[in-house]
């Protein structure tokens, strides 16, 4: 059993930048870990991806240019680096882990179903 925390959230202004963070008790048996968000009558999206092993990003259109994963080896933590926020990115912001035998086409897709385990999540809002 994996256990993951997020925090960083946070009130910011459009424009403006937020640090999310992502503890995982372990990486025993990880593949891969996930950064999504689920906005007010929405679906859950991802966002971007970082397998563990190995370290490659992964990025949706959405985000490409704006969000940035990064892993802190030293802490078992991995980072969301967010910036020009603007207003659609308000929601609650998540990260996944995907274990070792998922497909790495799941992961580089975020598929939601092959994530197993979930933070409580963080929320973002991005308001003046």
């Known amino acids: 059993q994996v256990h993951l925390a997020e925090s960083g959230g946070g009130l910011v202004q459009p424009g403006g930048s937020l640090r999310l963070s992502c503890a995982a008790s372990s990486t025993l048996g990880l593949g891969a870990i996930g950064w999504f968000r689920q906005a007010p009558g929405k679906e859950r999206e991802g966002l971007s991806a970082?397998?563990?092993?190995?370290?490659?990003?992964f990025y949706k259109d959405s985000v490409l240019g704006r969000f940035t994963i990064a892993r802190d080896n030293a802490r078992n933590t991995w980072i969301l680096q967010m910036n020009n926020l603007k207003p659609e990115d308000t929601a609650i912001y998540y990260c996944a882990a995907a274990t070792d035998a998922t497909p790495r086409l799941h992961v580089q897709n975020m598929r939601i179903r092959s994530y197993d385990y979930w933070g409580q999540g963080t929320q973002v809002t991005v308001s003046s």
């Open positions: 970082m397998t563990v092993r190995d370290g490659v990003p």
